[in-house]
């Protein structure tokens, strides 16, 4: 009697221990038909988007990281093609001076504009930079600074750039490109494309956010968007 009862026992505990094993193994398979599943999908536009690594110019630049209710856009500073600007793009991130700022002019398809403290595009800081021409060209990410039309009046205010088409291509050898978007292409197209109403600054022109869009802050960071402190 105890001989039968001892095999029953163990006969339930294996019938239990392949059980689970049985379990475990469905386990494994579900996430692994998930994971497959996950890899087949069609990447999104701002997946792809999101995945850009534009390749950086020169190691011995500075990178600065923009943080937006969006997300981040870190760029790299051309302090090789551009100095004056670059230098002063950074002093003002040192000083903070374009912590919880706006993108006041934003147009689909062309460039998102910050860096104006009064979020008009009027607003004026005392001082102006000598242009800096390159031959670089105006395209998808361009880092570049917003002037009025004396050639050498361009201070705090900047653009980047949202394509390479007809309208960024006028700008080539009239705006001085100081940086480039290295990551965070997804948050400029995000930016770049949110809703806007007719801009009280610019006569017929649709290009103001109809809800703020804030800069919160910029700082010095490394390629990958680590602060460098």
Do not use: W
Request: charged share 25%; proline share 3%.
């Amino acid at each position: 009697m105890k001989r039968i009862s001892l095999i029953i026992l163990l006969a339930a505990l294996m019938a239990f221990a392949f059980g689970c094993s049985k379990d475990e193994k469905s386990a494994e398979d579900a996430a692994e038909n998930a994971q497959a599943a996950a890899d087949t999908m069609p990447m999104t536009r701002m997946d792809s988007l999101a995945a850009i690594r534009y390749p950086v110019r020169n190691e011995d630049n500075k990178f600065v990281t923009m943080v937006t209710d969006f997300g981040n856009m870190t760029l790299e500073l051309y302090h090789d093609v551009a100095p004056v600007h670059a230098d002063s793009f950074l002093a003002r991130t040192n000083e903070g001076f374009y912590d919880n700022t706006t993108f006041f002019r934003i147009i689909d398809g062309f460039m998102i504009q910050g860096g104006d403290p009064t979020g008009t595009g009027k607003g004026k800081v005392g001082y102006y930079l000598a242009a800096e021409l390159s031959d670089l060209q105006h395209q998808d990410g361009t880092l570049a600074m917003a002037r009025a039309r004396d050639l050498n009046s361009a201070s705090t205010q900047f653009y980047i750039c949202l394509a390479r088409n007809r309208s960024t291509m006028s700008l080539d050898g009239r705006f001085t490109i100081f940086g480039h978007l290295i990551k965070g292409y997804d948050v400029l197209h995000t930016i770049g494309e949110v809703e806007v109403v007719a801009n009280p600054e610019r006569e017929n022109e649709v290009s103001k956010p109809s809800e703020e869009v804030l800069l919160r802050t910029v700082f010095v960071s490394d390629a990958d968007g680590n602060e460098v402190i």
